[in-house]
Nanobody
Framework: VQLVESGGGLVQPGGSLRLSCAASGFTFSSYAMRWYRQAPGKEREFVAFITSAGGSTNYADSVKGRFTISRDNAKNTVYLQMNSLKPEDTAVYYC????????WGQGTQVTVSS
C-alpha cells in the first residue's frame, strides 16, 4: 500500500487549496479513505472521511462547511478541497486508509499565513 499526498503550500487566510492523495497497492475502490492533520506540538487529528464509493462523507466540526472530501476511483485518488482557510488550519496533512491496518502517506505541508 502506498499513499502519496500533494498540493500543499503557503496560502493567505481566506484562500483555497486542493490536496490530492494518489493510492496504489490495493483495490482503492473497495476502501474508505480519510484525511488527518497534525499541527506543530499537537496530536494528529481527524479531518474528513469518505466511503469506498464516495456516497457518504463525514467531517471534523472545525472544518465542516469549508472543506470537501471527494474521490475518483478511476484515478485511485482522493482529494481534499479546502476553502476559507484559517491560520489554525496550518498543519501537515496526511491521507489514510485501513487495509488490515492503518497506512499513511508522507504528508503535505499546508501553511496559512499573511
Amino acid at each position: 500500500v502506498q499513499l502519496v499526498e500533494s498540493g500543499g503550500g503557503l496560502v493567505q487566510p481566506g484562500g483555497s487549496l486542493r490536496l490530492s492523495c494518489a493510492a496504489s497497492g490495493f483495490t482503492f475502490s473497495s476502501y474508505a479513505m480519510r484525511w488527518y492533520r497534525q499541527a506543530p506540538g499537537k496530536e494528529r487529528e481527524f479531518v474528513a472521511f469518505i466511503t469506498s464509493a464516495g456516497g457518504s462523507t463525514n467531517y471534523a466540526d472545525s472544518v465542516k462547511g469549508r472543506f470537501t472530501i471527494s474521490r475518483d476511483n478511476a484515478k485511485n485518488t482522493v482529494y481534499l478541497q479546502m476553502n476559507s482557510l484559517k491560520p489554525e488550519d496550518t498543519a501537515v496533512y496526511y491521507c489514510n486508509t485501513r487495509v488490515l491496518r492503518d497506512y499513511w502517506g508522507q504528508g503535505t505541508q499546508v501553511t496559512v499565513s499573511s
